[in-house]
Structures are given as structure tokens and as C-alpha cells.
T-cell receptor, first 111, second 114 residues
Framework: GQQVMQIPQYQHVQEGEDFTTYCNSS?????IQWYKQRPGGHPVFLIQ?????EVKKQKRLTFQFGEAKKNSSLHITATQTTDVGTYFC???????????FGEGTQLTVNP | EAGVAQSPRYKIIEKRQSVAFWCNPI?????LYWYQQILGQGPKLLIQ????????DSQLPKDRFSAERLKGVDSTLKIQPAKLEDSAVYLC????????????FGPGTRLTVT
């Protein structure tokens, strides 16, 4: 079945540093979604990417979808303590309607 | 707009007991999902409903797990009998339709099996 892998598993940064998490799928995706889960909370939708090579920005967050639609990245510029949480990518197979989540990258920001 | 509601929020049971979780999705959302999230892992889809029909239950351990969505609105997920490895957070989510739509998650039910 489809596998979605994320690296790194953990990332500790000083406030103000940049952060990037990478997501790779074993199969070509129809689209990819990103979610954020705060400690003790539930996943919250951030964004969806659909087109090959697509880049979207949300304030300090930049999301990219690879040309082959098998990989994606999330980059945060100048992290803040409010960015703390686990970031999940979730890929939608081209052949179905199941969203497969990666294992997530847990971000810790030291003030 | 009210979010996805789930109950109970916490449940502790002994192995071999049964347990049920309830979910009420966002009004008007046709698709409802049940996920299992083990500590330190991403959510894993157990079952997906479109209205009151099952779309995908390929990852549901059907020998012990069952779910229903009567009348295409709220849903229940049952585990009988529970095993130690069922300890996890059970998340319910809903979306307007299935496929590439934003999923809205409920607060989850944290299950501990002792």
C-alpha cells in the first residue's frame, strides 16, 4: 500500500531560526495536505497542494509540491514559540479517496 | 459553526472489555472518518463513510472493530474485545465530500487499555 514518509522526526530550533520538514510518498499523489497538531490537540488543516510544482505561502510558512507529485516540503521562516507542534503531511492517492498521513515532524522552539 | 464533537474524551478499560465511541460531524458534511492515532505516530484511517455507506474499511480490524453511521449523520465506533495494543487516541473527522477536501478533526477519545 501507499507509504508516506517524513523527515526529520524531531527538530529543535532556537526562536528565530528557520525550519523545514520533508515528505515523500511511495506513489504519485493526487494532492497533498498539511496539518498541524499542537501538543494535546487534534490535527488542524493548514493547506492543500494540487498542481505539480505548486508553491503556496501563508505568512511565514511556504509549502511546495514536487514536480513528480511524490514529494512535498514545509518551510517556516523565523520560527516563533507559537509554531510548536507536530506537522503532518497527508497524501491522497490518485486512485482512491484515502488520505495517508506521514509520521509527522515534531517541532520544538526554544525562546 | 460548531466543530466535530466526540465523546467520551477519555476512557480506561481492561483488556477483553468492550468500548464505544461517538462522533457527531459538522452539519452538512457528507464524509466521516475514524482514525487511530498511536502515540508518536500519524493518524491511521480505520474507516470512511460517505453519507451512511462505507467507502473504505480496508484497514479496520473487523474481528474486533465495528462502526456504523446510521442516517448519515453521527457515528459510533466499537471495539470488542479490546487488546492492549488498542491504546491510542481515536479521532473522528468530517469533510464536505470525499477526496481532496479539508478534513475537520474532533478532539479525540484517548483510550487506555490495561
Amino acid at each position: 500500500g501507499q507509504q508516506v514518509m517524513q523527515i526529520p522526526q524531531y527538530q529543535h530550533v532556537q526562536e528565530g531560526e528557520d525550519f523545514t520538514t520533508y515528505c515523500n510518498s511511495s506513489t504519485t499523489l493526487s494532492n497533498i495536505q498539511w496539518y498541524k497538531q499542537r501538543p494535546g490537540g487534534h490535527p488542524v488543516f493548514l493547506i492543500q497542494l494540487v498542481k505539480s510544482g505548486e508553491v503556496k505561502k501563508q505568512k511565514r510558512l511556504t509549502f511546495q509540491f514536487g514536480e513528480a507529485k511524490k514529494n512535498s516540503s514545509l518551510h517556516i521562516t523565523a520560527t516563533q514559540t507559537t509554531d510548536v507542534g507536530t506537522y503532518f503531511c497527508a497524501g491522497l492517492e490518485t486512485s482512491g479517496s484515502r488520505l495517508t498521513f506521514g509520521e509527522g515532524t515534531q517541532l520544538t522552539v526554544n525562546p | 459553526e460548531a466543530g466535530v464533537a466526540q465523546s467520551p474524551r477519555y476512557k480506561i478499560i481492561e483488556k477483553r472489555q468492550s468500548v464505544a465511541f461517538w462522533c457527531n460531524p459538522i452539519s452538512g458534511h457528507a464524509t466521516l472518518y475514524w482514525y487511530q492515532q498511536i502515540l508518536g505516530q500519524g493518524p491511521k484511517l480505520l474507516i470512511q463513510f460517505q453519507n451512511n455507506g462505507v467507502v473504505d474499511d480496508s484497514q479496520l480490524p473487523k474481528d474486533r472493530f465495528s462502526a456504523e453511521r446510521l442516517k448519515g449523520v453521527d457515528s459510533t465506533l466499537k471495539i470488542q474485545p479490546a487488546k492492549l495494543e488498542d491504546s491510542a487516541v481515536y479521532l473522528c473527522a468530517s469533510s464536505l465530500y470525499r477526496g481532496g477536501y479539508e478534513q475537520y478533526f474532533g478532539p479525540g477519545t484517548r483510550l487506555t487499555v490495561t
